[in-house]
């Protein structure tokens, strides 16, 4: 995925000696529709940022792998 399409989607970002980071949680708790590369996963200022070529749209298999794994109230 590209920084600017990420930018676009209003997904939380930092700037960290000249490259863009975007916030874990954000994606996660507002973009269900991507996944993340964990392996990628940086901290920054005790914020977990990752780089937007890690980060993509889920498939059809992921979000049926979603749907068997919920969580359950």
Do not use: R, W
């Amino acid at each position: 995925m590209t920084p600017k399409l990420l930018k676009y989607k209003n997904v939380k970002s930092i700037t960290d000696k000249g490259s863009t980071y975007f916030d874990i949680v954000d994606i996660k708790k507002n973009h269900p529709d991507l996944k993340i590369d964990t392996d990628k996963v940086t901290l920054i200022n005790n914020i977990k940022v990752i780089k937007a070529k890690y980060v993509s749209e889920c498939t059809e298999f992921d979000k049926n792998i979603k749907n068997v794994f919920k969580k359950k109230i």
